[in-house]
Nanobody
């Protein structure tokens, strides 16, 4: 059983940075690959970045080179460092724990509640 709680969202100007965190509870966190997803109003949820149990990472083309996903298994925490933010990045961001990951393809078992990121021009 994994419970996920995101934090670190907020409002920033274009070009700014934010660091999102996802605190996980449970004793099997390290067994899951983890991902960040986002959903803008009236749009489908999309995968942003995924990190495997071995630390391998995959990124959506839209964020590649600007975002960095990482995990600290000792702290049961997932991170998303977001630099050079654009208004198009505005969305609710969710962390997720998945039992299967292959690149950006995931089988998500657990979702966080989401944290809002708003980027103004």
């Amino acid at each position: 059983q994994v419970q996920l709680v995101e934090s670190g969202g907020g409002s920033v100007q274009a070009g700014g940075s934010l660091r999102l965190s996802c605190a996980a509870s449970g004793y099997t966190y390290s067994r899951y690959c983890m991902g960040w997803f986002r959903q803008a109003p009236r749009k489908e949820r999309e995968v942003v970045a995924v990190i495997g149990t071995d630390g391998s990472t995959s990124y959506a083309d839209s964020v590649k080179g600007r975002f960095t996903i990482s995990r600290d298994n000792a702290k049961n925490t997932l991170y998303l460092q977001m630099n050079s933010l654009k208004p198009e990045d505005t969305a609710m961001y969710y962390c997720a724990a998945a039992s299967f990951c292959y690149g950006l393809v995931t089988r998500v078992g657990y979702w966080g509640q989401g944290t809002q990121v708003t980027v103004s021009s």
